[in-house]
């Protein structure tokens, strides 16, 4: 069976380009973004959360693995554009809430939206934005919605969107990618 995770890093891979800089605009503990920054050593990687114990919780994972091309930003995403100036090849949002930290401080519409589309306007030709959406709590399965509604608008002739869904298991994690040609 397919490996969601597995999966999703097999459409980001292609899209690595050495030295342009990326972002995960969700850092959490950090996870994702160690994959990213050892995927593109060269490159500065930016990273955005509003909670300060994801910021102390990533900031060690990055020392304990010797990753030093990270910026740890404490901000919304939605505010990236002060503070990335520069293209980013690849953009990675895994939205909802930190398992096992406090559910309420979750990504919403608003400040997603503002997020999502300041990621387009500073994708690199060839990058791609990969979204983990969550639809089995409310906010999720309204921001799937309300991405997809929006996405569905991007002129067909600059970028590609698509969406990966389990069909027959309502409330299973998906994603939707937006590449840049
Ligand atoms: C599902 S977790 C991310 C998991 C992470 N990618 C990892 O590898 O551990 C979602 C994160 O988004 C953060 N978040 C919520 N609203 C945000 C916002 N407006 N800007 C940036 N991060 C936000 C939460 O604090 C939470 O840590």
Same mark, same amino acid.
């Given at each position: 069976m397919i490996d969601l995770h597995e999966f999703h890093k097999q459409l980001v891979r292609p899209h690595i380009q050495k030295g342009v800089a990326a972002a995960d605009f969700t850092m959490g503990n950090g996870h994702d973004l160690l994959w990213l920054a050892q995927m593109l050593p060269d490159s500065r990687i930016y990273a955005f959360d509003v909670q300060q114990q994801a910021l102390a919780n990533t900031r060690r994972l990055m020392t304990d693995s010797g990753v030093t091309n990270t910026r740890l930003i404490? =901000?919304? /995403? $939605?505010?990236?554009?002060?503070?990335? /100036?520069? @293209?980013i090849c690849i953009g990675l949002f895994n %939205? #909802?809430? %930190? @398992?096992g930290s406090d559910k309420r401080i979750t990504t919403m519409r608003p400040s997603t939206l503002a997020a999502v589309s300041g990621a387009i306007d500073?994708? !690199?030709? =060839? *990058?791609? %934005? &990969?979204? !983990?959406?969550?639809? #089995? /709590? !409310?906010? *999720?399965? !309204?921001? #799937?919605? &309300?991405l997809s509604q929006y996405l569905a608008t991007l002129d067909r002739r600059k970028y590609c969107v698509g969406k990966f869904r389990i069909l027959n298991s $309502?409330?299973?994690p998906y994603f939707i990618f937006v590449e840049s040609k």
């Open positions: 404490l =901000d919304s /995403h $939605a505010n990236l554009k002060q503070y990335i /100036h520069e @293209p %939205l #909802g809430y %930190l @398992p500073i994708l !690199a030709p =060839d *990058g791609i %934005l &990969m979204i !983990a959406i969550y639809p #089995g /709590h !409310a906010e *999720g399965e !309204a921001e #799937g919605e &309300m $309502a409330t299973s």
